[in-house]
Nanobody, 120 residues
Framework: QVQLVESGGGLVQAGGSLRLSCAASGSIFSIVAMGWYRQAPGNTRELVATINSGHAVNYADSVKGRFTISRDNAKNTVYLQMNSLKSEDTAVYYC??????????????WGQGTQVTVSS
């Protein structure tokens, strides 16, 4: 009942920047939090950054100072501005939201993933 559509992935050189976007739609009563996760081949999916309804944010240590997460509540959209990209940032990036679909039911929903490749 909740769909996430991601955009903005691609190929960039080390030191470059990308901006990812993710728009949530469907039967959304309210959004508790939105975030970005990433997974490289052979690795587990790891948290990159999250932002909750109170605009509190948290980042993985590996991206602090380089990535910025933000959201547009009116559009149910979350963004990830990625600067000073490193080859280690190469992964499939997944958008996530924890959302209520009615007064009492909530769940975690995932986008399809978007590839970010950083070349040296």
């Amino acid at each position: 009942q909740v769909q996430l559509v991601e955009s903005g992935g691609g190929l960039v050189q080390a030191g470059g920047s990308l901006r990812l976007s993710c728009a949530a739609s469907g039967s959304i009563f309210s959004i508790v939090a939105m975030g970005w996760y990433r997974q490289a081949p052979g690795n587990t999916r790891e948290l990159v950054a999250t932002i909750n309804s109170g605009h509190a944010v948290n980042y993985a240590d590996s991206v602090k100072g380089r990535f910025t997460i933000s959201r547009d509540n009116a559009k149910n959209t979350v963004y990830l501005q990625m600067n000073s990209l490193k080859s280690e940032d190469t992964a499939v990036y997944y958008c996530n939201t924890r959302a209520y679909t009615d007064y009492t039911h909530w769940g975690d929903y995932w986008g399809q993933g978007t590839q970010v490749t950083v070349s040296s």
